[in-house]
């Protein structure tokens, strides 16, 4: 019985590989960039929009800038290439279809939205309560599950177009 | 015509010289005889046409020998061969050999002995079948295995044994999850099954609690991971509920390896990444934050023993 309880030992050690976060998905940013590259299709930017590349800028620190990164080595917006750009503070922020306010960037919405100007930007945060504060869609958790408010408004008065399809998938619209 | 005579004359000669000291013998007496020269073959054959012998058959001492020729055999000849129908001979005729009354039987406790050697035999075999290849081989000699024990003491309790194999297999079915391969919804469920009857029949069981959380929070990950980008937001909510369901299944297990303590570093990881999982960030940060204290005292624990070397 020696024999067998070294074979059993030798194979009860064998340790169960462990996907670490970091270094494997990020499951959280994956979910995410996802529902951004629906946006890209759900809403309808200026035709001067739809020319040259199809920015979507970072501001903050946040994993979903490498997401995204990831996402624009094989996609495209219609015939747009994605640019991904990571923005430190608002005073950094350029002309872009879509700017991503993380949670973590410790900006005020209202500072972000000076930087916007005129532009026709989709703004996407992640933080409760900034659907009423300028936001056009912000993520929130429901259930454990990852889903997005969206503010009509807010999306339109940069001369953007929601489509209804995504209107009929937002869990809330303002 | 006189050839022919002398043939005859010659092969009668020889017959009744080899079996003349037969003559009047049963079979279980012939096959004595050569089992006491060692002719096992020969002890085979004859213990064999015994147990066609109405009378015979039901004498223990005919199973006993029949099981003590094929074990034999089994040792000589075939001991490389798991799946050694010679051992499962022995073993069948000792069974048939107890199932007459037990405690008056003076074969029994021998026969008793030479199961249990049999028995250790087949665990053995069980357990170097484990391999991609023969698993399916290992499970069946394990069911032989399970089988004797329970006919040389009917009360025994295999629990440990089944736990222990089973956790075998489990880890051995596992391995291609380590490698790019990775493993198929299948495999997972074959795998995660497994667990589940170790948790069931040991719930403290540290090993099964951890892999079976790994298990569950890796093949959500896997999903997550292998999503397309252009997935619409009907079909990537759908994809939501489901692993959502993986990661609560995974989130038990991973608590329970917390309460045990086992591979805490790596269990704490498991507990932040499956809440992570979970759009649970607050629970995710607590769990990230005692890992990072914990490397903290590792790390100051170090530093401490580099020094009282120094």
């Known amino acids: 019985m020696k024999k067998i309880a070294l074979i059993l030992v030798t194979l009860l050690t064998f340790s169960t590989g462990f996907k ?3 270094d494997g998905v990020d499951t959280n940013s994956k979910m995410k960039a996802i529902f951004i590259m629906n946006f890209t299709k759900l809403v309808e930017w200026p035709q001067s929009y739809r020319e040259g590349n199809f920015v979507v800028g970072v501001v903050g620190e946040s994993p979903l800038y490498l997401e995204l990164s990831k996402m624009a080595k094989t996609k495209k917006v219609a015939n747009q290439t994605l640019e991904i750009k990571k923005f430190v503070s608002s005073d950094d922020i350029s002309k872009c279809h879509i700017l991503y306010v993380s949670q973590k960037s410790g900006e005020e919405i209202s500072t972000i939205i000076k930087h916007i100007k005129t532009n026709s ?7 409760q309560g900034l659907i009423d504060k300028g936001a056009g869609i ?13 503010n009509k408004k807010n999306v339109e008065k940069y001369k953007l177009k929601v489509s ?11 | 015509m006189i050839k022919k005579i002398y043939i005859l004359i010659i092969i009668a000669f020889l017959t009744n010289s080899t079996f ?7 079979n279980l007496s012939i096959s004595l005889f050569y089992m006491q020269k060692s002719e096992l073959d020969s002890a085979k054959k004859y213990i064999d046409l015994s147990i066609q012998d109405d009378a015979l058959k039901s004498l223990s001492k005919t199973w006993y020998y029949r099981g003590f020729i094929y074990k034999e055999l089994y040792k000589i000849n075939d001991k490389e061969n798991k799946t050694s129908a010679l051992r499962l001979t022995a073993i069948e005729s000792f069974t048939k ?11 029994s406790e021998s026969a008793i002995k030479m199961l249990n050697y049999l028995a250790t035999t087949l665990y053995n075999d069980a357990a170097r079948s484990l391999d991609p290849d023969n698993y399916k081989t290992a499970i069946l000699i394990f069911e032989y295995y399970r089988n004797t024990m329970q006919m040389v003491n009917p009360t025994i309790d295999l629990k440990l044994q089944d736990a222990k194999f089973k956790l075998a297999l489990a880890s ?5 999850a380590e490698t790019e391969q990775g493993l198929d919804s299948i495999q997972t469920k074959q795998i995660a099954k497994l667990y589940k009857e170790v948790i069931d029949l040991d719930p403290n069981n540290p090993v099964a609690n951890y892999n079976l959380a790994i298990l569950y929070y890796n093949e959500a990950a896997d999903i997550i991971n292998n999503m397309d980008y252009d997935m619409d937001i009907e079909k990537l909510n759908e994809v939501q509920d489901h692993c959502v369901e993986i990661f609560l299944q995974a989130l038990p297990y ?24 979970l759009n649970d960030m607050e629970k995710s940060d607590f769990y990230k934050k005692e890992l990072e204290l914990l490397e903290l005292e590792d790390l100051e624990k170090k530093k401490e023993d580099l020094e009282k070397e120094k």
């Open chain 2, 97 to 107: 050999l107890l199932s007459f009354e037990v405690d008056s039987n003076e074969f």
């Open chain 2, 172 to 176: 051995m079915l596992n391995r291609p």
């Open chain 1, 138 to 150: 912000n993520f929130i958790i429901k259930d454990n599950r990852q889903k997005f408010e969206l």
């Open chain 2, 20 to 26: 003349g000291q037969f003559v009047g013998k049963d």
């Open chain 1, 121 to 127: 930007t989709l703004i996407v945060t992640e933080q």
């Open chain 1, 20 to 22: 670490l976060t970091g």
């Open chain 1, 164 to 174: 209804s399809n995504l209107e009929a998938l937002a869990f809330s619209v303002k």
């Open chain 2, 254 to 277: 991973a608590k329970k390896s917390y309460e045990l303590k086992y591979k805490l570093k790596e269990t704490l990881i498991a507990l932040s990444n499956i809440y992570y999982g």
